[in-house]
C-alpha cells in the first residue's frame, strides 16, 4: 500500500508520471538472470535498421532491471495459498498464484519472492503495466468512487455524465466510421449483444424497416422458441476462431474442444480460416490461392446455407485457435462478400484491440474503404462492448437490447485513464518499433535453432508475434525458471503479449531468455 500512496502523491504533485515512482520490487536490486550477449547481438544484427524515434528511458523507472527466480514456481508459500483457494475455487487451470501489490510494471510477482517479465499479462489484458500509478489516480478519485458505490442501472438509470464519461473515452478511440458504442461486460458478452444486434437488424430488414410491428404470429412464437418470432438465423463464424465462451458466443467459438463439450450449440455455419505457409515471401503464390479459396468457400456458405447467415465474425489474428495470421487483402475481399451478400461484417478485436499490433485497432493495418460494420473490445479496454456507425443497428424499440448493467461506468473511467496514458507516452508507435526490434531478435535465433522457433509469424504487427515450437508446453514450463512468464496457443504456438510498455530493453532479456531455452531443450 506505501507503493499505491507514494504513486498517487507524485502524480497529484506534478500532474503527470514525470518522476520515478519507487517499487517494493527495487529493494530486490535484481540483476538479469540473462548475461550472454550473443543473442543480444544477433538481435542488433538482425534488426540493425530498427532505430526506434522513442526513449529508451524506461517508462517504469524503478522497475527490476530483470527477473529473480529464488524458488521453484509454485514455492512453498504460494503452494500453501493455491490449496487453501481450491477449497473453494477451482484452480486446474491456475498458471501462477500472483502478489498484485508486490507487481509493477512489465514484472509480475508472487508470494515467494518470484519476479517474472510478464510478457502474457493477463492473457493480453495488461494494458500500461501493473500498479500504474496514473491508474491508481483514477482509481481514488471521487469521481471513480460514486461510480463503484453507486453502480447505475444504465439503461434505466444512467448517471448525468455518462455521455462525458464515454466521448472522452471509450467513443475518442472509436474505429473509423464508427461512432457510437453499446457497452457490456466481457468480451463474450460484448460479441453476444453484437450477435442480437445484427439479428435484430436482419429481420428488421426484411420485415420493411424499423417502423413495421411484429405480427401476433411473431410475438406468440417467439414464446415457444418457434419460427417466425425465433427465426432460424445463424452467424458465420470461421475454422479455429474463438469468440467467447457464453452460450451464443460458444457457437462461434472453434479453437478447442474443451470449450464446447456438452454445451448444446446454434445450427451456425463456419468458413475455413486461411492456413498460411511461412515465410510468407517463400510461399506467397501459395498463400494467395489459399486465400481466394477460402473467400469462395465463405461466400458460398453464405448463400447456401440453410440457416440464413445474417453476420460474419473474425479476428483480425485468430488467437486462441494458435496465432493465426490472414492478409490484409483476405479481410478486404471479406468485406466485399458481405457487402454484396447484405451480411454485416462484427470484427472481433477483444484480444488485438487497444495497441497491441502497433496500430490501435488490428483492422487498421487492412486499409478498408468500407469499416466494419460492428468491432467489438474488451481486454487492454477494461472494459467492453461494440462500437457501431449504422443507426439502423439501434433495436427498434427499448429493451431489446438491455439488461441491468449494461456495461460499468467504473470500467470506462479506467479506460479513459488507459487511453490517457496510451497517448501521453506514445505507445501505439512504441509497440509497433519494439515489435520490429523483438522479430528481428526472434528472427535471427530461428536461424540459429530453426526446431525451436518455426512459422514465426507477426512481422509488422507489432509485439503481436508467436511461433511454433514442437515441445511448446516443455517451452513455457522452463520458461519461468528462467523468470519469463509467456503463453500459448493453439496445439503448438508460443504466442507473446507484453504490454504497450514493453521496450527494447525487455526485448534483450526476453531473446536472451529464448537463447537459454533453444540450447537446453
Not at 514484472?107 to 500509478?133: F, K, M, R, T
Request: some cysteine; hydrophobic content about 40%; proline content about 7%.
Amino acid at each position: 500500500m506505501a507503493t499505491f500512496l507514494r504513486a498517487s502523491s507524485n502524480l497529484r504533485s506534478l500532474g503527470r508520471l514525470a518522476a520515478p515512482v519507487r517499487s517494493p520490487l527495487r529493494s530486490y536490486a535484481i540483476r538479469t538472470l540473462a548475461t550472454s550477449t550473443e543473442p543480444r547481438k544477433a538481435a542488433a544484427a538482425a534488426a540493425q535498421s530498427y532505430e526506434s524515434p522513442l526513449s529508451e528511458t524506461p517508462y517504469f523507472a524503478d522497475e527490476p532491471v530483470g527477473p529473480r527466480v529464488v524458488t521453484p514456481i509454485p514455492g512453498p508459500k504460494s503452494q500453501k495459498a493455491i490449496e487453501e483457494l481450491h477449497k473453494v475455487f477451482d484452480t486446474r487451470s491456475l498458471n501462477m498464484m500472483a502478489n498484485y501489490q508486490q507487481s509493477y510494471g512489465n514484472y509480475i510477482a508472487d508470494l515467494d519472492g518470484n519476479v517474472l517479465l510478464d510478457v502474457y499479462a493477463q492473457i493480453a489484458s495488461i494494458p500500461v503495466g501493473y500498479s500504474n500509478p496514473a491508474l491508481l489516480l483514477a482509481a481514488q478519485s471521487p469521481e471513480m468512487a460514486s461510480a463503484l458505490i453507486n453502480r447505475p442501472a444504465l439503461g434505466n438509470f444512467p448517471q448525468h455524465d455518462w455521455a462525458s464519461i464515454l466521448e472522452t473515452g471509450v467513443l475518442r478511440v472509436a474505429p473509423k466510421g464508427l461512432d457510437q458504442v453499446f457497452t457490456a461486460m466481457a468480451g463474450s458478452d460484448a460479441n453476444e449483444t453484437a450477435y442480437k444486434a445484427a439479428f435484430m437488424w436482419k429481420r428488421q430488414q426484411e420485415r420493411g424497416g424499423p417502423h413495421v410491428e411484429f405480427t401476433e404470429e411473431e410475438t406468440l412464437s417467439a414464446m415457444t422458441n418457434q419460427m417466425p418470432g425465433s427465426p432460424q438465423m445463424s452467424i458465420l463464424s470461421f475454422k479455429t476462431g474463438f469468440h467467447g465462451r457464453l452460450f451464443g458466443s460458444l457457437s462461434t467459438t472453434r479453437s478447442k474442444p474443451i470449450h464446447k463439450l456438452d454445451i448444446p450449440a446454434f445450427d451456425w455455419p463456419q468458413a475455413p480460416f486461411p492456413v498460411l505457409k511461412y515465410p510468407l515471401e517463400q510461399y506467397a503464390a501459395e498463400n494467395a490461392a489459399e486465400e481466394k479459396r477460402c473467400l469462395e468457400e465463405t461466400e458460398d456458405i453464405i448463400k447456401n446455407y440453410h440457416n440464413k447467415v445474417a453476420a460474419i465474425v473474425i479476428e483480425p489474428i485468430q488467437s486462441e485457435g494458435g496465432d493465426n495470421h490472414a492478409s490484409p487483402e483476405f479481410f478486404r475481399g471479406l468485406r466485399e462478400i458481405t457487402r454484396r451478400n447484405e451480411v454485416l461484417m462484427i470484427v472481433d478485436e477483444v484480444q488485438t484491440g487497444v495497441g497491441a499490433t502497433g496500430k490501435f485497432w488490428a483492422h487498421d493495418h487492412w486499409n478498408l474503404q468500407d469499416p466494419p460494420d460492428m468491432v467489438t473490445f474488451s481486454k487492454k479496454a477494461q472494459t467492453a462492448g461494440y462500437y457501431f456507425g449504422n443507426p439502423d443497428l439501434r433495436p427498434n424499440k427499448p429493451y431489446r437490447q438491455f439488461n441491468t448493467w449494461m456495461g460499468d461506468p467504473a470500467r470506462a473511467i479506467l479506460f479513459r485513464a488507459i487511453i490517457q496514458e496510451i497517448e501521453r507516452l506514445n505507445l501505439v508507435a512504441n509497440t509497433a518499433n519494439v515489435g520490429d526490434y523483438l522479430f528481428a531478435g526472434i528472427q535471427a535465433l530461428a536461424q540459429k535453432y530453426p526446431d525451436h522457433f518455426q512459422n514465426l509469424r507477426g512481422k509488422g504487427q507489432g509485439t503481436f508475434i508467436a511461433f511454433d515450437n514442437p515441445k511448446r508446453d516443455q517451452f513455457l514450463a522452463k520458461a519461468k525458471t528462467l523468470g519469463i512468464n509467456i503463453g500459448g496457443s493453439g496445439a503448438s504456438a508460443v504466442r507473446l503479449r507484453p504490454m504497450l510498455i514493453f521496450q527494447k530493453h525487455h526485448a534483450d532479456i526476453l531473446l536472451d531468455a529464448f537463447e537459454k531455452l533453444a540450447r537446453s531443450l
